[in-house]
């Protein structure tokens, strides 16, 4: 009881606070899925992107 009553107090009391909560919320989650969906698709597709295989079209201008 009293971990939901001190959640209540510091997060739903105030709704400034809350509404600041939903929004650091949801940033950290699309952070979070995005880095995640990257490193899916980056395995998925390993050898057929242009950065592992830019190496055998453009050459250096050394």
Do not use: P
């Not at 209540?8 to 899925?33: D, Q, S």
């Not at 995005?34 to 057929?48: M, P, Q, Y």
């Amino acid at each position: 009881m009293a971990l939901s009553q001190t959640i209540y107090n510091t997060v739903f009391r105030r709704n400034y606070i809350f509404v600041g909560a939903v929004f650091v919320g949801a940033f950290a989650f699309e952070m979070a899925f995005d880095t995640i969906s990257d490193k899916v698709w980056d395995r998925l597709n390993a050898g057929r992107q242009w950065k592992d295989i830019r190496h055998r079209y453009v050459q250096d201008e050394e």
